[in-house]
C-alpha cells in the first residue's frame, strides 16, 4: 500500500470490495437494534456508534454478505478495511477483524501500513486486540523482516501502536522472539497508561503459557521496574 500522507492511504480498486461494501450495509442496516445500540456504545466508551448488533447475530449476517463471493487478495483485503473503516458504526469494524483474521494469510509484508492505519484510528482495545495477535502477528511471522517494524512500533506516541507491538507475539508460542519481547516489556515498563501495562502483563502470562521458566526468571531480575499490574497479569496463571 501506499502513503499519500500522514496515515491517510490509498483505498485499491476492488469489485469484490463493491459487493461486500453493498450487502454489507444493506444487511446490517436492516438488522440494527437501536435499543442496544445505545449500551453498547456507552460500554465501549463511546468510541464509535453502533448498529446494536450482539456478535452471535452480527457473525451470521456476515456469512450471509461474503456467501458466493471468490477468496479475496491482498488489495480487497485493504479496500473493504479502508472502506469499512470510514463508516461509522463500530461493527463494521468487527466485520474487517473477523474478515482479516480469516484472510491475512494472502497478505504481504506491505500490508502493514493498512494494519497500523486501523490499530491507529478510532482505537479501543476491541479491534487492536485482535488486530495485533492474528494480523499484524500473522505478518511479522511470514516476514521477520518485519520484526524492524515493530522496533519502531514499540516506541511510537500513539499508545496503541505500542500496544499493539506488545501483544503482536501472542500467538506465536514457540516461535516467540523472547529477547524481543521482553526487551519490548522493559521499554515500555514505565508507561502510565493502563493499556500499555495491561498488555505488557498480558504479553507476558501468555508467553509463560510456553516457557514459564523464562518468565519467571526475567521477572525475579526486572519486576521492580514495572506496575503492580503488569506484574500481577504475567504471573497470573505461574506464581510468583
Same mark, same amino acid.
Given at each position: 500500500m501506499t502513503?499519500?500522507?500522514?496515515?491517510?492511504?490509498?483505498?485499491?480498486s476492488?469489485?469484490v470490495?463493491d459487493?461486500?461494501l453493498q450487502r454489507? %450495509?444493506? %444487511?446490517?442496516?436492516?438488522?440494527?437494534?437501536?435499543? +442496544?445500540?445505545a $449500551?453498547m456504545?456507552?460500554?465501549?466508551?463511546? *468510541?464509535?456508534p453502533f448498529?446494536?448488533?450482539?456478535?452471535p447475530?452480527r457473525?451470521?449476517?456476515?456469512?450471509?454478505?461474503?456467501?458466493?463471493l471468490? +477468496? $479475496?487478495d491482498e488489495p480487497?483485503c485493504?479496500?473493504?478495511?479502508?472502506r469499512?473503516?470510514?463508516? $461509522?458504526?463500530?461493527e463494521?469494524?468487527?466485520?474487517?477483524v473477523?474478515?482479516?483474521r480469516?484472510h491475512?494469510r494472502?497478505c504481504?509484508?506491505?500490508?502493514?501500513?493498512?494494519?497500523?492505519?486501523?490499530?491507529?484510528?478510532?482505537?479501543?482495545?476491541?479491534t487492536?486486540?485482535?488486530?495485533?495477535a492474528? *494480523?499484524?502477528?500473522?505478518?511479522?511471522a511470514?516476514?521477520?523482516?518485519?520484526?524492524?517494524?515493530?522496533?519502531?512500533?514499540i *516506541?511510537?506516541e500513539?499508545?496503541?501502536?505500542?500496544?499493539t507491538?506488545?501483544?503482536?507475539q501472542?500467538?506465536h508460542?514457540?516461535?516467540?522472539d523472547?529477547? +524481543?519481547?521482553?526487551s519490548?516489556?522493559?521499554?515500555?515498563?514505565?508507561?502510565?497508561?493502563?493499556f *500499555?501495562?495491561?498488555?505488557?502483563?498480558?504479553?507476558?502470562r501468555?508467553?509463560?503459557?510456553?516457557?514459564?521458566e523464562?518468565?519467571?526468571?526475567f521477572?525475579a +531480575?526486572?519486576?521492580?521496574?514495572?506496575?503492580p499490574l503488569?506484574?500481577?497479569e504475567?504471573?497470573?496463571?505461574?506464581?510468583?
Amino acid at each position: 500500500m501506499t502513503v499519500t500522507g500522514g496515515d491517510i492511504l490509498d483505498v485499491p480498486s476492488s469489485t469484490v470490495a463493491d459487493t461486500v461494501l453493498q450487502r454489507l %450495509t444493506a %444487511t446490517y442496516g436492516a438488522a440494527a437494534d437501536p435499543e +442496544r445500540a445505545a $449500551p453498547m456504545r456507552a460500554y465501549m466508551k463511546d *468510541v464509535a456508534p453502533f448498529l446494536g448488533l450482539t456478535t452471535p447475530v452480527r457473525r451470521a449476517l456476515s456469512r450471509t454478505v461474503l456467501e458466493g463471493l471468490p +477468496r $479475496p487478495d491482498e488489495p480487497d483485503c485493504a479496500a473493504i478495511a479502508l472502506r469499512c473503516w470510514q463508516l $461509522p458504526e463500530r461493527e463494521y469494524h468487527y466485520f474487517v477483524v473477523d474478515y482479516l483474521r480469516r484472510h491475512a494469510r494472502v497478505c504481504s509484508s506491505g500490508f502493514l501500513p493498512v494494519a497500523r492505519h486501523l490499530a491507529a484510528t478510532l482505537s479501543w482495545w476491541d479491534t487492536v486486540d485482535a488486530l495485533a495477535a492474528h *494480523v499484524v502477528g500473522a505478518l511479522v511471522a511470514a516476514d521477520p523482516a518485519l520484526r524492524a517494524d515493530m522496533d519502531a512500533w514499540i *516506541v511510537d506516541e500513539d499508545l496503541w501502536v505500542a500496544r499493539t507491538a506488545l501483544l503482536h507475539q501472542l500467538r506465536h508460542k514457540e516461535r516467540t522472539d523472547s529477547e +524481543r519481547l521482553f526487551s519490548y516489556c522493559l521499554r515500555q515498563s514505565g508507561h502510565p497508561d493502563f493499556f *500499555v501495562r495491561k498488555a505488557i502483563g498480558w504479553s507476558l502470562r501468555e508467553y509463560a503459557k510456553t516457557d514459564p521458566e523464562a518468565v519467571r526468571t526475567f521477572l525475579a +531480575r526486572e519486576r521492580g521496574r514495572f506496575a503492580p499490574l503488569s506484574v500481577r497479569e504475567a504471573l497470573k496463571n505461574i506464581g510468583a
